[in-house]
């Protein structure tokens, strides 16, 4: 067993993509998992799939936020040492023609329900001496046009990460950020941005941008939230996990 198991984590947005595959791979490794979504669906059809408690809820309504701690303190036993923010939702487009409502629901969402999800969590994992993890994005790391709602709310959270470190490390609460790369999951699709196959053709572009010219898997972003949970004396720390995106490489 790894040094997950016993864990009880809480994981957002587990009913798709990163947040699914994370379940997954700590659920595998004996953690007791919770994952919260706002699809009904898609979230009863991931926790019979890795075995995770589930709970149907938006990050965005203060009431879904409290059901989330409290299945997952029931899942725990009554404990809970990990929340991974990992719901978020994608918004693309020209500046001049984005609607000012729609750029303030990915802000909810991406930003301010995951900082209020915190703040609840927070003296939970102050009694267990527990952490959090943000998920990123290397929209922080090379400029996408067209992409800058998200890109911002991930500019947020990252700046969040370090400050929220800062304010709960005295409370012996841990925060760190994972930054993916091109890991090819459902958001551009979901947010009707996209179709699958341009979906698939953009992301396997990203390759000649890479250090490592492959996709990304959800695999290699669970590998890292593992890390980051079990890591007793990092805190604040933004961990790139994006086959060398970041680096600004150039093929001929």
Known sequence: ??????????ITGGGSGIGRDVAAWLAVRGARVTISGR??????????ETGCAAVVGDVTNADDRRRMIDTALETGGGRLDGLVNNAGVMLRGPIEELDEAAVLR??????????????LAAPHLAATSGSVVFMGSAHTRRAFPGASPYAATKGAIQTLTQVLAAELG?????????????????????????????????YRAMGAMQAIDRLGEGRHI????EHLLRAEWTTGAILDVDGGLGLGVTRA
Not at 1 to 10: F, H, K, N, Q, T
Not at 107 to 119: D, E, I, K, Y
Not at 174 to 202: H, K, S
Request: glycine share 12%; charged share 20%; aromatic share 2%.
């Open 1 to 10: 067993m790894s040094g997950v198991a016993g864990l009880s984590l809480l």
């Open 39 to 48: 699809r009904e669906d898609a979230i009863r059809a991931s926790a019979a």
């Open 106 to 119: 990915v802000f909810h969402t991406n930003v301010v329900g995951a900082m209020m999800l915190t703040g």
């Open 170 to 202: 005295d409370r012996g609460i841990r925060v760190n950020c994972v930054v993916p790369g091109g890991v090819l999951t459902e958001i551009n699709v979901r947010a009707g941005i996209m179709d699958e196959a341009a979906a698939a053709e953009r």
């Open 222 to 225: 669970a590998q890292a939230v």
